[in-house]
């Protein structure tokens, strides 16, 4: 997950500082900062900025905030700002806005002194500047809340982590090992259009692997097997020559990204050809990759691969999924796939085991598998609407299932916050291809403001 770092900017009004009522300016400024130290606290870079009333103070510090590389500005009004001094600077900055709607005061009933009404009523100019960024498109978000009794923070700051992870899209590589599984449509994007729709560059092996592979020296094999027979439960017999090939295989794979800077790859199972470079499918390798933060996903899918390393660097805990099985009974989904899964995710140790591989001439790899962790998460997809690209962001419950009967599988048991029968014929009314990504302890709001952030509509099914 990538560090973020926000430009906070205190919009006032200059009326207040005209008629000499420093008392309130002198209250919010200590406020401000008590906000900008809670922001660091939780791990956010901040870019003070002095109080803003007027058109020049506004261009001076979005034009600091983006020289010193903010990924975002949030906004607190002080108190009524009018928004045609801020609204042209706002529109104009490729930044993304988040608006923070909070006051010191947090009783303000019949009781209240009304000698605070001019430290707290920022709300209207909240609603005075979102008016016209809705008018002029500018995409935006709000959290309102008291801080610090209620989260506004911390859901402010999950705006800040969409931010993050939309504004790591572009200028991305995402690299794909024997393309795009044959008759495979839903998720099939051409690299042009990747590149001019997402920025985003595909590069392609191009049998480099077999130059990578004859590099990779015998104590290296040996290290990363004796880690995996550290890390993992074996199950049933594994043969050592197959694990030190499938490990060769393994190290190749993480030497060629590392060699090209990729932030995602992908790989086609069905391609995998010792004349190329590989002669194992490198299922542990794509699993210990996305535990270290690199995006990935199946069947040279590199739209669904990059979308996941974006979540991944904007979010944190991400991993690429496929709905499996449906529990009509018990109302859950079951996820899984061939063999990767993000082991930083998994409920235990990972187990390991040689299997037969059938599904074409690469030889029998060893696996890790494991079951995904209990908890709350989103469930994402982006696919391709008549309109252009859209996404879609559910809320789940990813089962605690700690009884199941599935060792030696990829799986994970997730159920959508609404009837599952329901919840199928939902996202498939919607388009949604059957690759997605599952995004731990995260609200579907903050994958909509990502979205959105990339130009789409995202639909939240819930």
């Given at each position: 997950m990538k560090t973020a770092k926000i430009g906070f900017l205190p919009l006032y009004i200059k009326l207040y500082d005209d008629c000499g009522l420093q008392d309130i300016r002198d209250r919010t400024e200590a406020f401000y900062e008590k906000m900008a130290q809670g922001f660091e606290a939780k791990g956010i870079e901040v870019i003070r900025s002095p109080f803003c009333c007027v058109k020049p103070e506004f261009e001076a510090a979005v034009a600091k905030f983006e020289a010193e590389g903010a990924d975002c500005i949030v906004t607190w009004h002080a108190a009524y700002s009018p928004s045609l001094e801020s609204y042209e600077t706002l529109v104009k900055t490729k930044l993304p806005i988040i608006v923070m709607d909070t006051t010191d005061t947090y009783d303000f009933g019949p009781a209240a002194s009304p000698a605070h009404v001019n430290m707290c009523h920022g709300i209207h100019g909240v609603m005075d500047m979102t008016s016209l960024l809705k008018r002029y498109g500018k995409p935006y978000e709000i959290a309102a809340g008291h801080y610090p009794i209620s989260d506004v923070m911390d859901r402010t700051i999950g705006y800040i982590r969409a931010a993050v992870g939309a504004n790591s899209l572009a200028g991305t590589k995402v690299g794909t090992i024997g393309g795009s599984f044959d008759g495979m449509g839903d998720f099939l994007v051409s690299d042009e259009e990747m590149k001019e729709r997402f920025g985003v560059e595909v590069v392609y092996d191009n049998k480099k692997l077999i130059d990578i592979k004859a590099s990779i020296t015998d104590a290296e094999v040996r290290a990363e097997m004796a880690k995996d027979l550290e890390e993992c439960d074996i199950i049933g017999d594994l043969p050592e020559d197959s694990h030190y090939r499938t490990t060769i295989n393994c190290l190749a794979v993480r030497k060629?990204?590392?060699?090209?800077?990729?932030?995602?790859?992908?790989?086609?199972?069905?391609?995998?050809?010792?004349?190329?470079?590989?002669?194992?499918?490198?299922?542990?390798?794509a699993c210990k990759a996305m535990a270290r933060g690199t995006g990935y996903a199946g069947e040279g899918d590199v739209l669904t691969a990059a979308i996941t390393g974006a979540l991944m660097r904007g979010f944190g805990d991400t991993a690429f999924v496929e709905i499996f099985c449906p529990d009509w009974r018990g109302g859950s989904l079951m996820l899984s796939h061939m063999g990767e899964y993000n082991r930083a995710l998994g409920a235990g140790k990972p187990e390991i085991k040689e299997i037969p591989f059938t599904f074409g001439d690469a030889a029998d790899p060893v696996v890790t598998y494991g079951r995904y962790k209990g908890g709350e998460a989103v469930f994402v997809n982006i696919f391709r609407a008549p309109e252009g690209f859209k996404m879609v962001a559910a809320p789940v419950t990813m089962l605690d299932a700690a009884e199941d009967c599935f060792t030696g599988v990829v799986r994970g048991f997730m159920k959508p916050h609404m009837p599952v029968e329901d919840f199928l014929e939902a996202i498939s009314r919607e388009g949604v291809t059957h690759h997605s990504s599952l995004v731990y302890g995260r609200r579907p709001e903050e994958i909509r403001f990502f979205a959105n952030l990339l130009g789409m509509d995202c639909v939240i099914v819930d």
């Open positions: 060629w990204i590392e060699t090209e800077g990729l932030d995602a790859f992908t790989v086609n199972f069905r391609k995998i050809i010792p004349e190329d470079g590989l002669e194992i499918m490198p299922f542990m390798e």
